[in-house]
């Protein structure tokens, strides 16, 4: 549960020294891998643990933080040294295949899986945090460094989602799916060599609830209560359509025009609002995907309303 050792039981981080930041202990081993498999092929999936809960400051940058005015958004001194420690362990990486002459011959793929944790970060100018379905939850960095394919400085707006990558490290590697095997991706090769990919739909199907950060934390979600509740999304070219399943509600924005989703267009645009609630009907039937619809017979809505005013209330007592 902790940055730094005992990691318990965790395979592979029983012998490290009791002072490394495990971010740094990942980082330096993926060096020393390089450096083994140097004379032959290889692929290297590393995942840092940072900036992931818990929050907690790799000590010899705390006081650099620290010392620097807290920015409007930005202001949790312990996160900033989290995202240094990533950072400083890519760069270690990048330096160690120029180093061995291998920078021209590898691929780096970036990427994340969720928004970040609301109450030591803001995701402005999107909506939502981590757990949340507006943009803030779920639009993540997607950077590729690939020499003599990707151009370096392009910037592409084409929208992927995170199920494109295992079919594009298959067509990278020259690698092939087993007979048989469902791939919900598309090859991302194409739009890294500058053409474009065929015109498609993305989903996030969630439905359960998560609840909300509480406290301090900011109110970027649907109710006080939770980060999100039952919910279907649906994104489609510059629209987004989400359907909340307890109360049937639906919400449409244009991304384009709104990225901060805070116009919800579902009652002005109705011809865009049936065309990707049909959309998303159809991908459920077609997937299977199950919509909660027994009621919860332990569930008291008096209970609910107070605790909805108890959150209210917590928040306007902070400044």
């Given at each position: ?8 039981k ?11 930041f ?11 891998f390089?450096?083994?498999s140097?004379?032959?092929?290889w ?12 929050i ?14 807290p920015?409007?958004?930005?202001h949790?001194?312990k ?6 420690a ?32 609301g109450?030591a970060?803001?995701m ?6 981590k ?6 939850g ?20 084409t ?5 494109d990558?295992y079919?594009?490290?298959l ?5 092939t799916?087993k ?20 015109e498609?739909?993305?989903f996030?199907?969630?439905?359960a609830y ?7 934390g ?16 649906v ?5 987004k359509?989400?359907e ?12 384009k ?8 267009l579902?009652?002005?645009?109705p ?23 027994d ?11 107070q605790?909805i ?7 306007k007592?902070?400044?």
């Amino acid at each position: 549960r902790g940055y730094y050792p005992p990691h318990g039981k965790v395979p592979g981080l029983q012998d490290v020294p009791d002072d490394e930041f495990v971010t740094t202990t990942l980082s330096r081993r993926a060096v020393s891998f390089i450096e083994s498999s140097k004379d032959q092929p290889w692929f290297l999936y590393l995942t840092m643990f940072a900036v992931h809960t818990p929050i907690q400051a790799k000590k010899d940058l705390l006081d650099k933080y620290e010392a620097k005015t807290p920015g409007r958004l930005h202001h949790n001194a312990k996160m900033a040294t989290m995202i240094q420690a990533v950072d400083d362990g890519v760069g270690r990486i990048a330096a160690k295949l120029e180093e061995l002459g291998l920078t021209h011959q590898t691929a780096i793929v970036f990427f994340s899986d969720n928004g970040g944790y609301g109450p030591a970060t803001d995701m402005a100018p999107l909506k939502g945090y981590k757990g949340a379905y507006y943009e803030g939850g779920i639009r993540e960095p997607f950077f590729v460094k690939w020499p003599g394919v990707v151009e370096a400085g392009t910037i592409n707006e084409t929208h992927i989602i995170g199920v494109d990558l295992y079919p594009t490290f298959l067509e990278m590697t020259g690698a092939t799916a087993k007979d048989g095997q469902v791939q919900d991706g598309l090859n991302l090769v194409p739009l890294f060599k500058g053409g474009t990919l065929s015109e498609r739909s993305l989903f996030w199907h969630f439905p359960a609830y998560l609840q909300s950060y509480g406290g301090k934390g900011p109110f970027e979600q649907r109710d006080p209560l939770f980060r999100s509740r039952p919910v279907g999304v649906v994104r489609h070219g510059d629209w987004k359509l989400m359907e909340f399943f307890e109360s049937g509600d639906l919400e449409l924005y244009n991304l384009k025009q709104d990225i901060g989703e805070s116009r919800n267009l579902a009652n002005s645009h109705p011809e865009t609002l049936r065309k990707l609630h049909g959309i998303m009907k159809e991908w459920r039937q077609k997937t299977g995907a199950p919509i909660p619809s027994d009621r919860n017979p332990l569930f008291d809505p008096v209970a609910e309303k107070q605790a909805i005013e108890k959150a209210l209330a917590l928040r306007k007592s902070f400044p």
